[in-house]
């Protein structure tokens, strides 16, 4: 299994991006699912999940701005960001709960003005 990210890019401050995730490579189906976010220089961290029945949790951080989804007929997972600042800043991946499945490229977010 291959799990692309995209969606990534340059965004000012107060700006908006959506980023879509990908499983390629077998016919593994995205269950519970989370988006992973590691800034320069800092470790990796959890930013958002979505369980198998569909329910969220974010990280305190990003609560209220972004919105992950699940498109379970395109086997596609999603994280609407919205009010990006700069501390969201970070090259974003898409992974289970668990980190299980090999860790893809991610896409970077850059907020800035």
């Known amino acids: 299994v291959q799990l692309q990210a995209s969606g990534g890019g340059l965004v000012q401050p107060g700006g908006s991006l959506r980023l879509s995730c990908a499983a390629s490579g077998s016919r593994y189906r995205m269950r519970a699912m989370a988006w992973y976010r590691q800034a320069p220089g800092k470790q990796r961290e959890l930013v958002a999940l979505?369980?198998?029945?569909?329910?969220?949790e974010y990280t305190p951080s990003v609560k209220g701005r972004f919105s992950i989804s699940r498109d379970n007929a395109k086997n596609t997972l999603y994280l609407q960001m919205n009010s990006l600042q700069p501390d969201d800043t970070a090259v974003y991946f898409c992974?289970?709960?668990?980190?299980?499945?090999?860790w893809g490229q991610g896409t970077l977010v850059t907020v800035s003005s």
């Open positions: 979505i369980d198998d029945p569909g329910s969220t």
């Open positions: 992974n289970t709960l668990t980190g299980a499945l090999p």
